[in-house]
């Protein structure tokens, strides 16, 4: 019986995705293929061999046979697929795939976090599933934490990542197939432009309509809906970009960058966010030349990517600015020239010393704090450009002197990261090259059962540069 019901739904359901033009768009398609995916899912349900038959049919439809690695599992166990799932906004989502994995999920602000168990998550049409290998420790994620920027809750947190390529989305164009193929390493940015809003058509991905419009205001990807599912509940949870603090995510393919075997996975997930946005506060909004001088202003993982883009790109007087003394060592190894605890002394003053009583020509403020917003302003010289990275506490106000920024034409800018599709792979070069020092840049290890431990870690001030939880 359900031979002869396959046969019948197969002949009505190809004619229906034969009546959708090779060059619909892309979400006209994704419709049709939907409508397959449910036509077809009362009679998997029922059919003993229901796995096979539907990994034939998306065979049939040109999409990657590539999970035969989740069948048992994200923890490598012989865990049995889930039970065809309800109907809700789940439903038809994980047929194929089946198998769980563990991440790590933020719920109330100021509460430690929870690792807990999900449906593997499946990607939609240019998106991409990834097996995680390493994701790093970011204040962003810590500033969600702690309430201090809101986010729609419970979500998995995490948002710099590498990983290996699972599988496709049903109708992935199929350069981006090839350019990620199964297998492949891939690094992914934060940020994850959509590729086809007003701004990343005119290059700008850093300011992509989608992901504010969708992940950062709604937690989710750019249908509005989430790929994170609960094992136990088929509840929901949102996504801080990818949700990279788990065994696996989904990204959209416009935010990754090939990841060459030469660089390690761990070290190399800095890439995606740290190292992402010191590029881009140096490239597109400080406009670093040769012979500049710069000031960088709190020396955590951001600050310290900063110093060595700032010397790769031939700064000359590269000044580190923190009250750690051991972060300010360490800042010596990664390109400063000069050194300054705020707690010991004027900053401002000093940089101004160094400088010749002129300041810099360049001040990166990567903290995030009022006091740190008005150093930032007044280390720069005459016609500056004082550069804010660091993000603060929802509502927080930084002041400026009116007078000296109109006479003295002080440029303020914010950045808050770089271009995904322009930039990620120019980060990954000049690591490849050891250009950037990424063993250096990274000063602490995590296992993912110990990801609260390093977000702990992260709030007391105990990681020197940048941490990374490992998922290998």
Request: charged share 20%.
């Amino acid at each position: 019986e359900c031979l002869r019901l396959f046969v019948n739904k197969s002949l009505t359901t190809f004619k229906c995705l034969l009546r959708c033009p090779e060059n619909s768009d892309q979400y006209l398609q994704s419709v049709y293929l939907r409508r397959l995916i449910m036509a077809f899912a009362p009679i998997l349900r029922r059919a003993s061999a229901a796995k096979s038959l539907f990994s034939l049919s998306r065979l049939s439809l040109g999409s990657s046979p590539s999970v035969r690695s989740l069948q048992t599992g994200a923890s490598g166990d012989d865990r049995q697929p889930p039970p065809p799932p309800s109907p809700s906004s789940i439903a038809g989502y994980h047929v194929s795939s089946g198998g769980y994995m563990r991440g790590a999920v933020y719920r109330e602000p100021n509460q430690p976090l929870t690792i807990e168990e999900f449906h593997i998550p499946r990607p939609k049409v240019n998106e991409i599933l990834i097996k995680t290998k390493a994701c790093g420790v970011c204040h962003s994620d810590l500033h969600v934490m702690k309430g201090e920027i809101p986010f729609s809750s419970p979500c998995v947190i995490g948002h710099e990542i590498t990983g290996e390529v699972v599988e496709h989305g049903p109708l992935t164009d199929h350069k981006i197939i090839q350019r990620f193929p199964i297998g492949s390493r891939v690094v992914g940015a934060f940020i994850m432009p959509c590729g086809t809003c007003s701004y990343c058509a005119k290059g700008h991905d850093d300011l992509c309509e989608d992901f504010f419009a969708f992940n950062r205001a709604k937690g989710t990807l750019y249908d509005g809906e989430t790929r994170l599912f609960l094992r136990h509940d088929d509840s929901p949870v949102y996504m801080y970009s990818m949700g990279g603090m788990a065994e696996y995510c989904v990204t959209p393919a416009h935010g990754l960058a090939p990841l060459p075997e030469s660089l390690p996975y761990t070290e190399s997930a800095i890439l995606g966010c740290a190292v992402f946005t010191a590029y881009g506060a140096m490239a597109h909004a400080a406009e670093i030349r040769p012979g500049d001088s710069i000031a960088v202003i709190g020396i955590g993982g951001v600050g310290s990517s900063c110093l060595q883009i700032a010397r790769a790109f031939g700064a000359s007087d590269i000044i580190a600015v923190d009250v750690q003394d051991d972060k300010l060592e360490k800042a010596k190894t990664l390109g400063a020239t000069h050194t300054v605890n705020a707690a010991k002394e004027d900053a401002v003053e000093r940089i101004r010393e160094i400088t010749g009583g002129m300041g810099v020509d360049v001040a990166v403020e990567a903290l995030g704090r009022p006091q740190t917003f008005m150093q930032c302003t007044l280390s720069v010289k005459d016609g500056g450009k004082a550069v804010m990275i660091g993000l603060s506490q929802a509502g927080s106000v930084g002041e400026i002197d009116i007078n000296r920024l109109v006479r003295r034409k002080i440029k303020v800018i914010g950045s808050y990261g770089g271009r995904a599709r322009q930039d990620l792979p120019k980060v990954v070069k000049l690591a490849e090259s050891g250009i950037f020092n990424l063993k250096n840049a990274v000063s602490s290890k995590y296992k993912f059962e110990d990801a609260g431990k390093a977000f702990q870690d992260l709030n007391e001030g105990k990681i020197v540069s940048r941490g990374v939880v490992e998922i290998l």
